[in-house]
């Protein structure tokens, strides 16, 4: 099956493709050059710098929308690039109103590209899709709330709903959010996290009985060395430069593990660093760069724990024999399994050179205390949940754990990603959460595992979905298979979304459509008793308030928590559960949060500190929940990740003027390119061996894990600096080449970093 991506996601390029290799510091002055233009291109010229001073503060302020990065204590301009684009983005002065939805039907809107229909600007009141005009037309709130009520009504079992939750949406939402839900009867709740760290919780949980990681900023400020693998830290956590730029400083080792040597793996100059800004003063970013194969990341971590151990017979200190007896279980095993992977194996399957691994290695050994820490580029793999638990192996060898400075730390996305799962959304809950559920909330919550985002797509298309609820975020850009994916939505006899802004997910819609539009972060959320606030938990388990401070971009427009009590209230009409008293004062909310989730007991008063609380982690005071209550080696084989012959692996990745499906424009600064996103990044020499000249194009063929076959054509070839048998390119554009059937076996992830491919110049006729 030949499948092709519809239409265009980024604007349409009015000059043509450029690229520069980037050989300047990380942030500095192109961010302050990139920000200012974004910001006046907003026309917020005067609201975004006030918003400036009022992100990520600890006595008040909002949080940032953007990444889940932690707020660093006493820093007044704790901000980024990219945080700063994302408030001017919410915070524009454009509108979507009933008279814009007049002038376009369905159809003609869904032929624009994504970057043109966000870029229209906030939605402004809520909207329900007629088919008989093909145009959204005005609703009310309550006409909204019953149509969605008697549509849940109407179905023969709750499991036919899903309710799909993206990281932005605060904790005392999520929290009212699932209650819904399981009220209902169902745990469908896919998330984004479905897609992102999935493996991550499931390894840490399997490793160590928790699904976090311990490591905190202050762990990372003291750290000796610091390992960071899969991430394009620059793009998408810009706030880690500060601390990368700090440790480099203070003399601790900085070790970058990416196929694709990024910006933040160079150096940086920190835009709050007045005197390093005004002198144009860089700080190295790195100690050491390593480009493994695509997949590679397990092997190279077999290597640095063989080398450890080789060494135990001239150094017995170089593990922990201690901490390894006293807190950890299967270390002769996975002893003899390092003993027993041969080191040609190690090199050929991380793509390395031994030596590179070895002095890799002994950073690690030399290193008091380390961090290893890691994002999309380990987990969307088929082997991600083995990855993660090689790198928790390689920490136990050396009692990295539960001591500062050292530990496991995943690097998270989205600003509140970790919080919803903390809060409930989870398709797979444990039985000690709801029981806790069903005596505080008085519910008898279901106890089978629900869907998670490839099921639903999956249950859409079989007809067991017939209804879609996505609570923020661009679902059917963000998902994989993206003709699967529009098709099972189009299944669906409603779909509805909580949204600010028009996106492709409105578009692709059931028989019945709304939007539902919500305030932003940085909006005042107004109830009955005052102006109220809300929780997010960053990537290091602190939870903080978030209080907006702007009018609404429309008198219309709904708290998250308002929207979700209206739906319920529908569709639940004799539920004895307070909705309506709960969003009128959310300290009410976080009163029941307390008494369910572990870890949020005194929420009001602890939330209200400074900088807010950090959520125990069990694992870091070395308690550990897992059967043997101790932690656990694993004793995985390593995978063979290594390419057959004349095909690649292909993984895709965001630009850095991009925030998930958001696009900001057809460039990628710190990868050189100009006005271009339809593009393929490969090794020059295996553009050479192919006869593709640069920016020559190609097409690009998908054989998915069923045999099935995907294309894109016409895509442009451009040479980066990147391993043989390797490429790359943005989603969502190339989320067309990942089949609904590539997906981890391990984490059940789609494979976005492990996508089999072919690459040939296009033969001209």
């Given amino acids: 099956m030949d499948e092709r991506l519809e239409p265009r996601v980024g604007p349409v390029p009015e000059k043509p493709p450029e690229s520069h290799p980037y050989h300047h510091p990380a942030a500095g002055w192109g961010a302050a050059k990139a920000v200012t ?28 929308p953007g990444c889940a990065w932690p707020d660093t204590q006493g820093l007044s301009l704790d901000i980024c690039e990219n945080g700063i684009k994302h408030v001017a983005w919410e915070m524009t002065g454009k509108r979507v109103t009933r008279e814009f939805f007049a002038a376009h039907t369905v159809s003609e809107l869904f032929e624009w590209t994504d970057y043109a229909l966000e870029d229209q600007g906030r939605l402004t009141e809520p909207m329900a899709y007629d088919a008989e005009t093909d145009h959204y037309v005005p609703i009310t709130w309550q006409q909204a709330f019953d149509l969605f009520g008697r549509a849940v009504r109407e179905l023969e079992s709750p499991d036919q709903a899903s309710f799909y939750t993206s990281g932005r949406l605060g904790n005392e939402a999520t929290f009212l959010y699932q209650l819904m839900v399981r009220e209902l009867g169902t745990n469908n709740l896919p998330d984004c996290s479905n897609m992102c760290h999935e493996a991550s919780g499931r390894a840490l949980e399997a490793s160590l009985g928790t699904g976090k990681g311990t490591a905190d900023l202050k762990d990372w400020e003291s750290a000796d060395a610091l390992f960071i693998m899969g991430v394009n830290a620059a793009s998408n956590a810009p706030r880690m430069l500060t601390s990368l730029a700090e440790a480099y400083r203070r003399g601790a080792q900085v070790v970058h593990v990416n196929p694709l040597i990024e910006a933040a793996a160079t150096r940086t100059i920190i835009p709050h660093e007045f005197t390093q800004m005004a002198l144009n003063r860089a700080t190295p970013t790195s100690t050491l760069n390593l480009q493994p194969r695509s ?15 080789e060494r135990v017979a001239t150094d017995p200190k170089a593990i922990d024999r201690e901490f390894i007896d006293r807190h950890t279980t299967g270390f002769a095993e996975y002893r003899a399994l390092c003993e027993a992977t041969p080191w040609e194996e190690i090199e050929r399957q991380s793509g390395l050179g031994r030596a590179a691994i070895l002095r890799a290695a002994k950073i690690y050994r030399d290193a008091d205390r380390s961090i290893i820490s890691w994002c999309l580029g380990v987990t969307q793999h088929e082997h991600g949940v083995d990855t993660i638990r090689e790198i928790v192996n390689v920490l136990l060898l050396r009692g990295n754990l539960g001591r500062e400075g050292a530990g496991p730390s995943p690097v998270r996305g989205h600003s509140n990603v970790q919080g919803n799962r903390t809060c409930g959304i989870d398709n797979q809950p444990p039985k ?10 008085g519910i008898d919550p279901p106890r089978e595992d629900g869907l998670d ?25 963000a998902a ?73 971009a429309s008198p219309y427009l709904l708290s998250e928590p308002a929207i979700i009590a209206g739906l319920a209230r529908a569709a639940l009409p004799d539920s004895s559960t307070p909705w309506e008293w709960y969003v009128e004062d959310y300290d009410r909310i976080r009163d029941t949060m307390a008494k369910v989730l572990d870890g949020f007991e005194d929420f009001n008063r602890r939330v209200r500190l400074p900088m807010g609380f950090r959520i125990k982690q069990p694992a870091r005071e070395l308690v550990f929940l897992t059967p043997s209550g101790l932690a656990e080696f694993s004793v995985a084989a390593l995978p063979d990740v290594v390419p057959a012959p004349g095909t690649f692996v292909l993984g895709t990745m965001r630009s850095h003027d991009q925030w998930n499906t958001t696009i900001y424009s057809d460039n990628d600064r710190y990868r050189g390119i100009k006005h271009l996103r339809t593009l393929v990044f490969m090794n020059q020499d295996d553009m050479r061996e192919r006869g593709i000249a640069q920016f020559g194009p190609v ?6 894990k069923d045999g099935s076959k995907r294309s894109l054509n016409g895509f442009l070839a451009v040479t980066h600096d990147l391993p043989r048998g390797c490429a790359a390119g943005y989603m969502p554009e190339m989320n067309v080449l990942c089949s609904i059937s590539d997906y981890s076996t391990q984490s059940d992830q789609p494979l976005m970093k492990h996508l089999h491919v072919t690459i040939e110049p296009v033969r001209r006729a």
Avoid: W
């Fill in 37 to 64: 233009e974004f910001v006046l291109r907003e026309h917020e010229a005067v609201e975004g710098p006030r918003a400036m001073l009022r992100m990520n503060h600890e006595d008040g302020g909002f949080d940032c």
């Fill in 480 to 552: 994989p298979d993206t003709p699967y994916t529009y098709a099972g939505l189009r299944s669906c006899d409603l779909t509805a979304h909580v949204s600010t802004k028009l996106n492709r997910s409105h578009l692709v819609h059931g028989r019945q459509a709304l939007i539902l539009p919500c305030l932003g972060r940085t909006e005042k959320d107004e109830q009955a008793a005052g102006v109220q606030a809300t929780s997010v938990e960053d990537s290091m388990s602190m939870v903080h308030l978030s209080t907006g401070m702007k009018r609404p």
């Fill in 432 to 441: 000690e959460f709801l029981d806790r559920l069903a005596e505080v909330c």
């Fill in 699 to 704: 097409d690009i063929v998908a054989t998915a």
């Fill in 453 to 477: 985002v490839v099921a639903t797509i999956e249950a859409m298309h079989r007809g067991a979905v017939k209804l879609f609820l996505g609570m923020g975020g661009n679902f059917a850009l």
């Fill in 295 to 309: 997949g590679g990341d397990m092997a190279l971590m077999r290597g640095i724990a063989k080398a450890t151990l």
